[in-house]
């Protein structure tokens, strides 16, 4: 798990200084106090506090929500290509700029509260930024605010923040516009590239990364990025990647390990899971309601809208192993997260409570792998691939910097193309044409794989209406990949 950054803050950003969000209780707050400024994950929520007001005020409400790291965007760090990271960050506000000073400190979890009760800020999983005054845990609450079951105890050993200003980066779940931008960066103006956006994404920044500087591997790649089960057409692209069954670990491993870092240094966040016995035996992957403390304990696999998640299954045990209760739950939740895009919280006297998710996924596995081998899972994945081993002694380049980051941002704010009526009486022919000629190989959800490559195509391409030549191309495409499947089977 990464830390948290707190950063003193002499001067208001300029999306504070803006904001309408902002505490009417700032005035009870010392005057004198240093601002702090912290971007984080919501990872639990708590019952609404009752404070006293300053003299005979009514009592002031404030919900208070623990912020964590966000997941994914420590890896991104360590895994940057370029150096030039303190000025491009500079220039995006998630570090210091000219109106903070120097002073910071790093913490693995801190209480946020929030004035009033607003619904919105009781949504799990959003990514906030905050500017308020740090407090240290004391038993000030304990004196204000009316316990809830022995809940302000538990919390008031966090240190807090009295936030007096906050914006929401991305929001999770159905508070989530389909097509809203998946982050709100510092800046957003975010000028269209002067170059063909998916032409350089592919070419010279996800090629590069793979083995052959393979460009049909690297489109899909592109596609996995841009895609979302949250858009009216819920164009869903989960990638299977397949080193050959023969592969040395040693190999598999270090060419999962070369392309996650790829990744990590591309998306705006990446999180990296090894799916090993070991790793899934040891703990529970789902978050879990913890009574005797009250809190929703952090797992894995509680993450932000828009997070890419690589499940690397290169790290399986050679000879095998035993899956125990808590293993056996953890390759189910991660079949229903690939498949149905829900993750089940866990809570005690339920089956779970199944939240929806929005998280693009690539798996990585020597063969057919744990997951696709698991019952009712022939094809866990959308798209499958043969992904060529990459030798030990070998390093590519990885052109990876602040362009190509811009560029698919630009991408990833691109609309959704729509359907018209022509254009889906030609998918229709075609389709049932495909049945009659190869009825071997055109499966029940062909169809529906085809609508989310084509759609996903046009968005690459910024198109804003699906047309026939991008269908043919995704046809073309689809056929080039069938064929690499059934050649890596032997026929």
């Not at 009592?59 to 623990?66: K, R």
């Not at 995006?92 to 913490?107: D, E, F, V, Y």
């Not at 304990?142 to 022995?150: K, L, M, N, S, W």
Request: charged share 25%; glycine share 6%; net charge negative.
């Amino acid at each position: 798990m990464g830390q948290l950054r707190l950063e003193t803050c002499d001067v208001l950003p300029p999306w504070a200084c803006d904001s309408a969000q902002s505490t009417p209780s700032a005035g009870s707050l010392d005057a004198d106090a240093r601002l702090v400024r912290c971007r984080g994950m919501v990872q639990d929520v708590g019952p609404t506090q009752y404070l006293r007001g300053a003299g005979d005020e009514a009592w002031l409400e404030q919900t208070p929500v623990v912020l964590v790291p966000v997941p994914g965007e420590g890896e991104r760090e360590r895994s940057l290509v370029d150096r030039g990271r303190q000025t491009e960050t500079a220039a995006n506000g998630h570090a210091l700029t000219n109106g903070a000073s120097a002073a910071s400190r790093a913490l693995s979890e801190v209480v946020a509260c929030f004035p009033g009760a607003d619904d919105w800020v009781r949504s799990l999983n959003d990514i906030v930024e905050v500017v308020g005054v740090l407090s240290s845990p004391t038993a000030e609450l304990d004196e204000h605010a009316t316990e809830t079951d022995g809940l302000m105890d538990v919390w008031a050993r966090l240190p807090c923040i009295h936030v007096r200003h906050w914006r929401v980066c991305v929001r999770h779940g159905t508070h989530a516009k389909w097509n809203a931008p998946v982050d709100a960066g510092e800046n957003d103006e975010d000028a269209s590239p002067s170059t063909d956006a998916y032409a350089f994404l592919v070419h010279k920044a996800l090629a590069p990364m793979l083995p052959q500087n393979d460009p049909l591997l690297a489109h899909y790649l592109l596609l996995t990025l841009l895609s979302s089960s949250a858009s009216p057409p819920a164009s869903r692209c989960s990638l299977h990647l397949s080193l050959p069954p023969s592969t040395p670990r040693t190999v598999a491993r270090h060419t999962a390990h070369w392309l996650t870092q790829g990744l990590q240094a591309l998306a705006p966040r990446c999180v990296a899971l090894e799916v090993s016995v070991t790793a899934l035996n040891a703990r529970e992957w789902t978050p879990r309601k913890d009574y005797g403390t009250n809190r929703l304990e952090r797992a894995p696999l509680q993450l932000p809208r828009g997070t890419l998640v690589v499940l690397d299954e290169t790290t399986l045990e050679e000879n095998g192993g035993q899956l125990n209760e808590v293993g056996v739950r953890n390759v189910r939740a991660l079949l229903e997260l690939v498949r149905d895009q829900t993750v089940r919280y866990q809570y005690d006297y339920t089956s779970g409570v199944r939240v929806e998710v929005d998280i693009p996924l690539i798996l990585i596995t020597c063969g057919r792998g744990l997951l696709a081998s698991s019952q009712n899972a022939l094809s866990v994945a959308d798209v499958r691939l043969p992904l060529p081993p990459l030798s030990p002694d070998q390093a590519l380049d990885v052109p990876v910097d602040a362009r190509c980051r811009a560029v698919l941002a630009h991408l990833q704010r691109a609309p959704w193309p729509r359907i018209d009526d022509a254009m889906a009486q030609h998918i229709e022919r075609d389709y049932v044409q495909e049945r009659r000629d190869h009825p071997d190989i055109c499966e029940p959800g062909t169809l529906q794989r085809w609508l989310r490559l084509a759609s996903l195509e046009a968005r690459a391409h910024r198109e804003e209406a699906l047309t026939l030549e991008r269908w043919s191309r995704m046809r073309a495409r689809e056929a080039a990949r069938l064929e690499r499947v059934r050649d890596e089977r032997g026929g």
